[in-house]
């Protein structure tokens, strides 16, 4: 049995983005909360007399986030403005988000254009964001070289 | 992670210490613990922190207590304990979403306020008044 102790916990990944896609020049989300991955197929169904045919399209992946808003990021990271701008352009960025200390132990990337952003003010709260990477391709799960 | 609660601690007597709060153009004293044997008083009592980080910044919620207590003899008095109160809140909170309190090394959110009940004992012949005003609200550790 696999030992419980080479689980990943989430504390440890850092999300990441790049908007140059020729040479990445990775930034991280400061500061990060959550992160998210949804995968899902479009799914044709056909009752025919033979029986109940399905058919699956191809896998379309989202990379999520969340965060708290930084006013002055450092040098190698990106907050809620920059994001924003990223939102309002049309161009695809890289995502990956990976175990920062050994990214071998979980890496996943891809390239996507980001299609939605929201922020939340609450009175009490600091302004958290959520913003979503809808992938234009594969999923990749190896670290690339 | 910084335990914030000396700062706050020094954040509150900052503002309510040395005279800053009055009652009949006497200073009301400030203090921590039990507090002493005084006509009126303020306690500044242990504050609960539950630690809400970031992946990237230290931060939490704080709710500080801050007890009033007044002596007299006679009736009890809950006009007085209130008006130290209302003191104590006009320095903590002077405007509408804005509060006073500045926390070294710390961003300080929203302060809300909930104000307990009044608890009233007997000693001897003098009547005790108590009223605590908790502070709830957010702090970031600076980077």
């Known amino acids: ?145 | 992670m910084i335990y914030p609660a000396p700062a706050i601690r020094r954040a509150f007597y900052g503002l309510l210490d040395n005279g800053a709060v009055q009652y009949n153009s006497n200073p009301v004293e400030v203090s921590e613990g039990e507090g002493e044997i005084l006509p009126y008083q303020i306690i500044i009592e242990e504050l609960q922190f539950l630690e809400d980080d970031t992946k990237h910044s230290f931060s939490g919620r704080v709710t500080q207590p801050v007890e009033v207590v007044t002596r007299n003899t006679g009736r009890f008095r809950s006009d007085i304990v209130d008006e130290i109160v209302n003191s104590v809140l006009a320095l903590i909170i002077p405007n509408p979403g804005v509060s006073a309190l500045n926390v070294t090394g710390f961003q300080v959110g929203k302060v809300n306020i909930n104000i307990i009940p009044l608890k009233e004992e007997s000693a001897s012949k003098e009547k005790i008044n108590r009223r605590i005003i908790e502070f709830n609200f957010f702090i970031n550790q600076n980077s």
């Open chain 1, 1 to 145: 049995m696999a030992s419980t102790s080479n689980s990943v916990t989430g504390n440890v990944l850092g999300l990441w983005i790049s908007t140059n896609l020729t040479v990445p020049a990775w930034k991280e989300i400061v500061c990060g909360t959550d992160i998210g991955l949804d995968g899902s197929k479009d799914v044709t169904t056909t009752r025919t007399k033979c029986g109940v045919i399905k058919s699956a399209g191809d896998t379309s992946w989202t990379i999520t986030g969340s965060g708290v808003a930084n006013h002055t990021p450092l040098t190698g990271e990106v907050s809620a403005d920059e994001l924003i701008a990223v939102m309002q352009g049309t161009t695809d960025v890289l995502v990956r988000y990976q175990d920062d200390t050994t990214p071998a132990n979980m890496y996943r990337g891809g390239q996507g254009i980001m299609t939605a952003y929201s922020e939340n003010a609450g009175t009490d709260d600091p302004v958290v964001f959520d913003f979503t990477i809808e992938l234009n391709g594969a999923l990749t799960i190896v670290v690339p070289v």
